[in-house]
Nanobody, 116 residues
Framework: QVQLVESGGGLVQPGGSLRLSCAAS????????MGWYRQAPGKQRELVAD???????NYGDSVKGRFTISRDNAKNTVYLQMNSLKPEDTAVYYC??????????WGQGTQVTVSS
């Protein structure tokens, strides 16, 4: 089992920045990919970004060039630096971990609201 605890969400003005953190515990050696997904009201959950244990990153088209994902393996933590935020980035952001056996675990979600 893997437990994920997110932090860092909140309210920010358009053009602002936020950094999300996700700390993993439990069977952390089984984790291959960690990432962030988001779900806005009335929309499907979508990939924001993910990163493998070796550091390979992948981004959703809508956040490329604005968001940066990073991973501190020593702290079992993944970060999402979000810059140039837009109102359409408003959503609940979920941390996700996928193991080498393709089992997925989810965090409880953190709200990000971009509004003036």
């Amino acid at each position: 089992q893997v437990q994920l605890v997110e932090s860092g969400g909140g309210l920010v003005q358009p053009g602002g920045s936020l950094r999300l953190s996700c700390a993993a515990s439990g069977s952390i050696l089984s984790i291959y990919v960690m990432g962030w997904y988001r779900q806005a009201p009335g929309k499907q959950r979508e990939l924001v970004a993910d990163i493998t244990s070796s550091g390979t990153t992948n981004y959703g088209d809508s956040v490329k060039g604005r968001f940066t994902i990073s991973r501190d393996n020593a702290k079992n933590t993944v970060y999402l630096q979000m810059n140039s935020l837009k109102p359409e980035d408003t959503a609940v952001y979920y941390c996700n971990a996928r193991t080498f056996s393709s089992t997925r675990f989810w965090g409880q979600g953190t709200q990000v609201t971009v509004s003036s």
